[in-house]
């Protein structure tokens, strides 16, 4: 009997061992017991795999950590690692269980009560949904979470119970089975640029959301409310540019609360607003994110806003300017107000920014490029012909300059800058040149080559007025002549050296020669100087005798006239008295021989000479020959 007993009570204690120790579980710290039961009489629902109320199959409730029992006979249990998310990695959280996603929607409303889907059963009895779930679990999460409510998807594991069929298949889960990349999984980086790269934005496309408003092509969150109340204010066009280039992403915690982003009016589709520098938990199932450059404006530059978002267009340009139109910042179209320097985090594909150099560009149209803007990489060499037919390449440099303030009306009116460069100055300049060399010989327009300059400096000036841009200098830096017309020049040249050197040589002869008389005038400059002394005094004793004889004259012409006056009134004074005398003797002859005898008597002269010689003659001869004898002495 005892025998019997004993052995029955070790039967029952074996049984009792090999029920009761495959019951009890050790769950290890870092893992959870999945409890599956294997039979009841209540069936689960055909869309919920996980039992709440005592169903056969997965139990809602998991074994924490320690030694658990549940009785083999009615449960199985399995251990799974806690979800544990490594650093510079996210989760992803789809839940299997709960109520379906409504029609259209990609992802599931999440509440705060939801904690981070640690305890399934308050997720389904506030109304969890399945699917993706709004918000990713951080980097260095480690959590028990149910691995059949929900299925976390990281870069180096999935964790979890895949209830699909398709997936279950599948030995070894992956993110790609899923339709994400590893890259999906990790912390959005947003980097500052360093040495030449450029700093980065990110610019949002959200998955979800409702539709956006008819000819939108970005969401802004209220839209542009916020720019009517502005201008409403009359507030300025740089106080609405800080507006718009500012973000609301406070509102959502830079899209990593996208519950947040819906219930404060995000809509699917590009996102006005981007991500600066930082890093962010972002859902790779509701939001994408594409890094570009930040706008960067360099001093001696401006960036004029082409707006492709916005309020409607209303031009500011005024009816004067017939090239397009201008708009205030907020409105679709050109912005009349360009931005200077700094840097901008611009979402590209709701604006454009045109880069306008505002200091003085140097164009050349030659072999050479300006690295310094590159916008004359497709200007090449002048080729013009002149009216002989001769050839030129022509090296040409032109200066412009675009005021800030013009910027958005040039752009308005040629779109780019490059436009401007390409199809603007270089038909200008080169239509110019060639008309101008095809209406004068070659050797002319190598002759008046400033002529031209400054011609051609007055014409593209005009020219680039009509575009509101200013002109500072053009100049002709080189020409090549054609071969032929380089011989024809070099021995024309060669001859005007020549007549040149001849020159040279006459002029230096005739400076030898002025020389020379230099020297001889310096050598004889003692006897120079007393010749011109005996010259002046020469000319002195010239002068003084002119003056003497000037008063001989004078005397003489002066004495003679009264002589002469005294002779005539002797004379007619004797006149009257031969005439008295002709009257008392009665005839001339008589009176002749009264007036003879007695002239005789006063010249003393002897009536009778010293010696008579006589030969018989008259008296008359006597007397004669007296008068001769007296003359003779």
Not at 58 to 79: H, I, S, T
Not at 178 to 195: A, C, T
Not at 448 to 469: C, D, F, G, N, P
Not at 531 to 542: P, T
Request: glycine share 8%.
């Amino acid at each position: 009997m005892s025998t019997t007993l004993l052995l029955a009570g070790f039967v029952a204690i074996l049984l009792a061992a090999a029920i009761l120790l495959p019951s009890i579980a050790h769950i290890a710290p870092t893992e959870v017991g999945l409890v599956t039961k294997r039979f009841s009489r209540r069936k689960l629902s055909e869309d919920n795999p996980i039992a709440f109320e005592g169903e056969a199959g997965y139990q809602a409730d998991l074994l924490m950590p320690g030694l658990r029992f549940r009785l083999w006979l009615l449960y199985a249990v399995e251990k799974h690692p806690w979800v544990q998310i490594p650093a510079g990695q996210i989760g992803v959280v789809i839940a299997q269980a709960g109520q379906p996603l409504p029609t259209g929607a990609k992802s599931a409303v999440y509440r705060p009560d939801f904690g981070q889907f640690e305890n399934l059963r308050s997720f389904i009895q506030l109304g969890g949904q399945k699917g993706v779930q709004r918000p990713v679990l951080s980097p260095g999460t480690t959590l028990p979470i149910h691995p059949v409510g929900f299925v976390v998807i990281t870069r180096a594991r999935v964790f979890g119970v895949p209830v699909s069929p398709e997936l279950q298949k599948v030995k070894a889960l992956t993110p790609a089975h899923f339709g994400l990349l590893d890259s999906d999984l990790e912390v959005v980086r947003i980097d500052r640029g360093q040495g030449e790269q450029r700093d980065m934005i990110g610019i949002i496309t959200a998955l979800e959301g409702d539709p956006l408003p008819s000819g939108d092509i970005a969401s802004r969150l209220n839209a542009y409310a916020d720019i009517e109340a502005m201008e409403a204010r009359s507030a300025s066009d740089s106080e609405i540019i800080e507006m718009l280039l500012g973000n609301k992403n406070q509102m959502h915690n830079n899209y990593q609360d996208f519950q947040a982003f819906l219930d404060n009016g995000g809509r699917i589709g590009l996102q006005h607003d981007p991500l600066l520098y930082g890093a962010y938990n972002l859902n790779p199932f509701l939001i994408k994110v594409e890094k570009v450059p930040m706008l960067v404006v360099e001093q001696g530059q401006v960036a004029v806003i082409k707006s492709y978002v916005g309020l409607s267009p209303k031009d500011t340009s005024g009816p004067e300017f017939k090239f397009g139109s201008l708009v205030r910042p907020g409105h679709r179209g050109i912005w009349q107000e360009p931005l200077r320097t700094g840097k901008y985090p611009i979402n590209p594909y709701c604006y454009r920014a045109e880069i306008v150099p505002t200091a003085i560009l140097t164009l050349n149209w030659a072999d050479r490029v300006s690295t310094a803007h590159n916008l004359d990489a497709k200007l090449e060499q002048i080729v013009a012909k002149s009216s002989e037919g001769f050839v030129f390449r022509i090296d040409l440099q032109v200066q412009i300059h675009v005021p800030d303030t013009n910027a958005p009306r040039v752009i308005s009116t040629v779109a780019t800058m490059r436009n401007l460069v390409d199809e603007v100055l270089q038909a200008a300049v080169g239509n110019h040149f060639r008309d101008t060399l095809q209406s004068m010989p070659a050797v002319r327009f190598i002759e008046t080559r400033q002529e031209v300059q400054r011609k051609a400096l007055s014409h593209i000036r005009e020219q680039l007025a009509l575009y509101h841009v200013e002109t500072p200098g053009v100049y002709i830096q080189d020409v090549v002549f054609p071969g032929d017309m380089v011989e024809v020049l070099t021995r024309r040249e060669i001859a005007k050296q020549e007549v040149a050197t001849f020159e040279q040589q006459r002029m230096a002869q005739e400076q030898r020669i002025k020389t020379e008389q230099a020297r001889g005038t310096a050598d004889m400059q003692a006897e120079l100087a007393k010749s011109k002394v005996g010259v002046d005094i020469r000319q002195n004793n010239a002068n003084a005798r002119k003056a003497e004889a000037d008063g001989e004259s004078f005397y003489i012409e002066r004495t003679g006239a009264a002589k002469g006056a005294e002779v005539r009134a002797v004379g007619l004074a004797r006149a009257e008295g031969y005439e008295a005398q002709v009257k008392a003797f009665g005839g001339t002859t008589a009176t002749m021989i009264v007036n003879a005898i007695e002239a005789l008597a006063k010249s003393q002269v002897p009536i009778m000479p010293n010696i008579l010689v006589t030969s018989g003659g008259s008296t008359f001869e006597a007397l004669a020959a007296a008068a001769l004898k007296q003359m003779n002495k």
